[in-house]
């Protein structure tokens, strides 16, 4: 049988009495628990565990699929079938609440266009795929020799590809450790410019996110808090944390040249140029050091800020030890040597040279961005730069401290938040000035001030990225130690530029074989041209995924249809920055059609490739990853199950019940984090004992080494020691690209995995161009117009465009205008034809990417009427 999409199979009919009776009392039972933390519903749970025992119905502790941050939830489930999703009302994470993706999402499992068995293509590639069933014993078949034929002979040939993985442990390193593939994550289009300049700086795995319980002046810094998520988790926790700090009454300042992402919230807002952060930043530390607002302990005690530059903007060293200039003694001495007292400023005579601290040096780079220098720039008046830079200070209160719980802690209380605004192509650069702005008000880890990860620990990438040894070609595809990007994230976007022309980027090979894991390049990665390109040289790829995507409508050879959330996966965190937790998802039925779990598809496809048994096998990943203490360790001869898998982890993990503790209750009551476990700065030794970067030494080296490879200036010209502002090379199109294009995300859409979900499709049906009413009436535009947007690479002069409907709004600068990034599918029925992906817009490599190889979402556009 041929067919263009999945065929629809009969579901089994609930009759309306059914559903009503069951989503009526959960209702009348949840309306207030899922209000406050811990409410009472265990007797709910009770009430519906005697229903079951009736075989009328029952209540599933679980997870949500389909959002980033896996809320708690309960599954009410009728006759077999769920009927209802509920908040989880002692999950820390959502506190009993969901966002409309989350209720939502019970659309999903009963989608009819669900992908319902194996599925092979039977027509050529680069269109829409025409497929016919086959058995799962096939498709493993298919898919694990073709897995074992390629790893014989190189395993670079084999790519894994994953969106958002729900269960790294298992997938993102025991399936590909045991296959030897090449993982490609979505990093590059998220948020990880801002990680690795935050693993560089200050040693966080992370974005950026405030101490929402005792911060008094916030920076939103492109936000989308309305609608999108923050740093680590996503809407429900950071929103929750947000609105008791505005009860509290702290202030929000909101960076942004698009008002609708933080709405009423804001007591500012500064509608920025995109692209010019790095030049706010770097006028507002200007503004703090000119005052002299700067907390002189903490960069003296906790930062490199005393460290001596020689004239070569390198560190003087002795011994390979760091040298600083000790005030008793006169002289230069280790920086960790006892008893001394570092000078912050100051130039001196050591070893024959003169030499200055790195603060010092810091002082004179910065003298020169002045608010007056940016404002023409950023937009943003001098004045108001100036004033939010006093403001921070004053509220900074530096030197003083607080006492919680009977320890006494600096308190520092501004913060930032910030995480997908890095995607720009100074996004590294950006973060790097924002986070030097913290340092000098000492709010680093500070009580109220800013914060990272949730991990308490320094991150490895803080030694490693340090430590980037420059290789010469062949390279890897995404080009990783290269000249080009030595602080690499892997873009995926890279890599296809390589795979259609190896020899530019000094590439030995072309991958042959692709395993898709719940993700849609064609759709999520920009620019989608050159995926479809690079795709075409993929001899086989398989697409594991409940639904029938893009790519896989384009270029799947086989496409394994997964479970949504009726499978086992975990251990999944259930933490915040004040509580600790972990919770599994269990499935509230088995899963539906033939679809199956994730792991038992790894499970299948590693058997036919000969990776399952032994040792480095699957299983052994899978004990290694998990932790598994003996007994609890998988007999690594042995198929295992997915429910065993997880029973073993609980037991192992000191659950006496193994999983049936989390098929009961969905996860022990969330544990605040005690405050000696809380801040960095209340560790012994404080901060770890680490130095945080203000001046970043290395990045000088990688800048002299690319020089001395021959890269041109756009890769080299990030890699200066401290934060320097550049003019963004979008300015390099000509002046009828009048406008500057960005992408926003909608709280209704998941990327590109909820536009097709009908409940939420109904609240946001179509793609717009949102453009300000100013400037679009000055261009003849009307709302509802349709028009024509037109992008320019000012490197190449290459230019793209697409059609779409207009949108006249108030809170958006008169020269931006903005596309939401979900729509452009054309597979499921219900997301046809409602507009266009801007990913089709954008541009990548040189210009269009940060200096960490991540994407960037700005280019020139011109709007006209179609």
């Given at each position: 049988?041929?067919?263009?999409?999945?065929?629809?199979?009969?579901?089994?009919?609930?009759?309306?009495?059914?559903?009503?009776?069951?989503?009526?009392?959960?209702?009348?039972?949840?309306?207030?628990?899922?209000?406050?933390?811990?409410?009472?519903?265990?007797?709910?749970?009770?009430?519906?565990?005697?229903?079951?025992?009736?075989?009328?119905?029952?209540?599933?502790?679980?997870?949500?699929?389909?959002?980033?941050?896996?809320?708690?939830?309960?599954?009410?489930?009728?006759?077999?079938?769920?009927?209802?999703?509920?908040?989880?009302?002692?999950?820390?994470?959502?506190?009993?609440?969901?966002?409309?993706?989350?209720?939502?999402?019970?659309?999903?499992?009963?989608?009819?266009?669900?992908?319902?068995?194996?599925?092979?293509?039977?027509?050529?590639?680069?269109?829409?795929?025409?497929?016919?069933?086959?058995?799962?014993?096939?498709?493993?078949?298919?898919?694990?020799?073709?897995?074992?034929?390629?790893?014989?002979?190189?395993?670079?040939?084999?790519?894994?590809?994953?969106?958002?993985?729900?269960?790294?442990?298992?997938?993102?390193?025991?399936?590909?450790?045991?296959?030897?593939?090449?993982?490609?994550?979505?990093?590059?289009?998220?948020?990880?410019?801002?990680?690795?300049?935050?693993?560089?700086?200050?040693?966080?795995?992370?974005?950026?996110?405030?101490?929402?319980?005792?911060?008094?002046?916030?920076?939103?810094?492109?936000?989308?808090?309305t609608n999108a998520g923050g740093n680590k988790t996503c809407w429900?926790?950071?929103?929750?944390?947000?609105?008791?700090?505005?009860?509290?009454?702290?202030?929000?300042?909101?960076?942004?040249?698009?008002?609708?992402?933080?709405?009423?919230?804001?007591?500012?807002?500064?509608?920025?140029?995109?692209?010019?952060?790095?030049?706010?930043?770097?006028?507002?530390?200007?503004?703090?050091?000119?005052?002299?607002?700067?907390?002189?302990?903490?960069?003296?005690?906790?930062?490199?800020?005393?460290?001596?530059?020689?004239?070569?903007?390198?560190?003087?060293?002795?011994?390979?030890?760091?040298?600083?200039?000790?005030?008793?003694?006169?002289?230069?001495?280790?920086?960790?040597?006892?008893?001394?007292?570092?000078?912050?400023?100051?130039?001196?005579?050591?070893?024959?040279?003169?030499?200055?601290?790195?603060?010092?040096?810091?002082?004179?780079?910065?003298?020169?961005?002045?608010?007056?220098?940016?404002?023409?720039?950023?937009?943003?008046?001098?004045?108001?730069?100036?004033?939010?830079?006093?403001?921070?200070?004053?509220?900074?209160?530096?030197?003083?401290?607080?006492?919680?719980?009977?320890?006494?802690?600096?308190?520092?209380?501004?913060?930032?938040?910030?995480?997908?605004?890095?995607?720009?192509?100074?996004?590294?650069?950006?973060?790097?000035?924002?986070?030097?702005?913290?340092?000098?008000?000492?709010?680093?880890?500070?009580?109220?001030?800013?914060?990272?990860?949730?991990?308490?620990?320094?991150?490895?990438?803080?030694?490693?990225?340090?430590?980037?040894?420059?290789?010469?070609?062949?390279?890897?595809?995404?080009?990783?130690?290269?000249?080009?990007?030595?602080?690499?994230?892997?873009?995926?976007?890279?890599?296809?530029?390589?795979?259609?022309?190896?020899?530019?980027?000094?590439?030995?090979?072309?991958?042959?074989?692709?395993?898709?894991?719940?993700?849609?390049?064609?759709?999520?990665?920009?620019?989608?041209?050159?995926?479809?390109?690079?795709?075409?040289?993929?001899?086989?790829?398989?697409?594991?995924?409940?639904?029938?995507?893009?790519?896989?409508?384009?270029?799947?050879?086989v496409v394994l249809p997964a479970a949504t959330i009726e499978k086992?996966?975990?251990?999944?965190?259930?933490?915040?920055?004040?509580?600790?937790?972990?919770?599994?998802?269990?499935?509230?039925?088995?899963?539906?059609?033939?679809?199956?779990?994730?792991?038992?598809?790894?499970?299948?496809?590693?058997?036919?490739?000969?990776?399952?048994?032994?040792?480095?096998?699957?299983?052994?990943?899978?004990?290694?990853?998990?932790?598994?203490?003996?007994?609890?360790?998988?007999?690594?001869?042995?198929?295992?199950?997915?429910?065993?898998?997880?029973?073993?982890?609980?037991?192992?993990?000191?659950?006496?019940?193994?999983?049936?503790?989390?098929?009961?209750?969905?996860?022990?009551?969330?544990?605040?984090?005690?405050?000696?476990?809380?801040?960095?700065?209340?560790?012994?030794?404080?901060?770890?004992?680490?130095?945080?970067?203000?001046?970043?030494?290395?990045?000088?080296?990688?800048?002299?080494?690319?020089?001395?490879?021959?890269?041109?200036?756009?890769?080299?010209?990030?890699?200066?020691?401290?934060?320097?502002?550049?003019?963004?090379?979008?300015?390099?199109?000509?002046?009828?690209?009048?406008?500057?294009?960005?992408?926003?995300?909608?709280?209704?859409?998941?990327?590109?995995?909820?536009?097709?979900?009908?409940?939420?499709?109904?609240?946001?049906?179509?793609?717009?161009?949102?453009?300000?009413?100013?400037?679009?009436?000055?261009?003849?535009?009307?709302?509802?117009?349709?028009?024509?947007?037109?992008?320019?690479?000012?490197?190449?002069?290459?230019?793209?465009?697409?059609?779409?409907?207009?949108?006249?709004?108030?809170?958006?600068?008169?020269?931006?205008?903005?596309?939401?990034?979900?729509?452009?599918?054309?597979?499921?029925?219900?997301?046809?034809?409602?507009?266009?992906?801007?990913?089709?817009?954008?541009?990548?490599?040189?210009?269009?990417?940060?200096?960490?190889?991540?994407?960037?979402?700005?280019?020139?556009?011109?709007?006209?009427?179609?």
């Amino acid at each position: 049988m041929k067919t263009r999409r999945p065929p629809l199979k009969t579901i089994p009919k609930l009759t309306r009495r059914q559903f009503v009776k069951a989503s009526g009392a959960t209702a009348a039972t949840l309306a207030l628990t899922k209000f406050i933390a811990g409410g009472p519903w265990k007797p709910l749970l009770q009430r519906a565990e005697a229903q079951t025992a009736a075989g009328a119905e029952k209540l599933v502790p679980t997870t949500c699929w389909i959002g980033k941050q896996d809320c708690g939830m309960l599954a009410r489930v009728v006759d077999g079938r769920i009927v209802k999703l509920e908040g989880h009302p002692e999950n820390a994470r959502n506190w009993g609440k969901l966002c409309v993706k989350g209720v939502a999402q019970i659309a999903t499992i009963y989608d009819p266009y669900r992908v319902k068995a194996p599925l092979k293509r039977t027509n050529g590639k680069g269109v829409p795929g025409e497929w016919k069933e086959i058995s799962w014993e096939e498709a493993f078949t298919l898919v694990g020799e073709k897995v074992k034929e390629v790893r014989e002979r190189d395993k670079r040939l084999l790519i894994w590809q994953k969106g958002r993985s729900k269960t790294e442990p298992l997938y993102d390193n025991a399936f590909v450790n045991a296959t030897g593939a090449y993982k490609m994550g979505h990093g590059a289009y998220c948020s990880d410019a801002a990680y690795r300049a935050v693993e560089y700086t200050i040693g966080q795995h992370a974005g950026l996110h405030p101490d929402f319980r005792h911060c008094n002046y916030l920076l939103a810094w492109g936000w989308n808090m309305t609608n999108a998520g923050g740093n680590k988790t996503c809407w429900l926790t950071w929103n929750q944390q947000f609105v008791e700090a505005r009860e509290r009454g702290m202030k929000v300042v909101t960076i942004d040249p698009r008002r609708r992402g933080v709405g009423p919230h804001t007591d500012e807002w500064l509608p920025i140029k995109p692209g010019t952060d790095l030049a706010f930043f770097l006028a507002l530390a200007n503004v703090l050091v000119a005052r002299g607002t700067i907390d002189r302990k903490f960069l003296a005690s906790f930062t490199n800020a005393p460290f001596l530059v020689k004239s070569d903007a390198l560190f003087l060293k002795v011994d390979g030890k760091e040298q600083v200039w000790d005030e008793a003694s006169k002289s230069a001495k280790p920086f960790d040597a006892k008893g001394i007292t570092p000078a912050l400023e100051g130039s001196y005579t050591a070893g024959g040279s003169t030499v200055r601290t790195a603060f010092e040096v810091y002082k004179e780079h910065i003298a020169k961005y002045t608010p007056e220098w940016a404002a023409p720039i950023t937009d943003i008046t001098a004045e108001t730069t100036r004033r939010i830079g006093e403001e921070m200070g004053e509220n900074a209160r530096i030197g003083s401290t607080i006492v919680l719980d009977g320890i006494e802690l600096p308190y520092r209380p501004v913060g930032l938040m910030a995480y997908h605004v890095s995607q720009q192509e100074f996004g590294f650069q950006a973060f790097y000035a924002a986070i030097n702005v913290y340092q000098l008000l000492g709010a680093v880890e500070a009580v109220g001030g800013l914060r990272a990860d949730y991990g308490r620990s320094i991150y490895g990438n803080f030694k490693s990225l340090n430590e980037i040894k420059i290789k010469d070609p062949p390279y890897d595809i995404m080009l990783k130690t290269s000249k080009y990007f030595p602080i690499n994230t892997g873009s995926p976007s890279i890599a296809a530029l390589s795979m259609l022309d190896p020899a530019k980027w000094g590439v030995d090979y072309t991958p042959e074989v692709m395993i898709l894991h719940h993700t849609n390049p064609l759709l999520s990665f920009p620019p989608q041209d050159v995926f479809i390109e690079a795709y075409k040289k993929l001899k086989f790829i398989a697409a594991i995924d409940p639904f029938m995507s893009e790519t896989a409508d384009f270029f799947a050879d086989v496409v394994l249809p997964a479970a949504t959330i009726e499978k086992y996966e975990g251990p999944i965190s259930a933490s915040t920055q004040y509580h600790g937790g972990t919770t599994l998802r269990v499935p509230p039925i088995p899963p539906l059609f033939q679809s199956k779990g994730d792991i038992d598809i790894y499970i299948g496809i590693a058997e036919k490739a000969g990776v399952l048994y032994g040792k480095g096998g699957y299983v052994d990943q899978i004990n290694s990853q998990l932790n598994l203490k003996d007994p609890y360790k998988l007999d690594l001869n042995a198929r295992p199950e997915s429910r065993d898998i997880f029973d073993r982890w609980a037991m192992s993990n000191g659950y006496e019940e193994g999983v049936a503790f989390f098929e009961r209750e969905g996860m022990k009551k969330a544990s605040p984090v005690a405050i000696k476990n809380l801040y960095l700065s209340g560790m012994n030794p404080p901060h770890f004992g680490v130095r945080y970067r203000l001046y970043g030494e290395s990045l000088k080296q990688y800048q002299d080494t690319m020089k001395q490879k021959g890269v041109s200036e756009t890769f080299w010209r990030g890699y200066y020691p401290l934060p320097t502002w550049a003019k963004p090379t979008f300015e390099g199109s000509p002046p009828e690209y009048d406008l500057l294009l960005t992408s926003h995300k909608k709280i209704e859409f998941k990327q590109s995995r909820a536009a097709f979900v009908s409940l939420l499709n109904e609240l946001e049906p179509e793609q717009r161009v949102e453009i300000n009413t100013r400037t679009a009436r000055a261009k003849g535009i009307r709302d509802n117009d349709v028009v024509w947007v037109e992008s320019h690479n000012a490197v190449t002069g290459q230019t793209k465009k697409l059609k779409a409907k207009a949108v006249l709004v108030e809170g958006l600068r008169p020269d931006t205008v903005s596309m939401s990034h979900h729509y452009g599918m054309w597979v499921h029925p219900w997301a046809k034809d409602k507009g266009p992906t801007p990913n089709s817009l954008f541009f990548t490599g040189e210009g269009y990417v940060a200096m960490s190889a991540d994407q960037t979402y700005l280019v020139r556009v011109k709007v006209t009427r179609a």
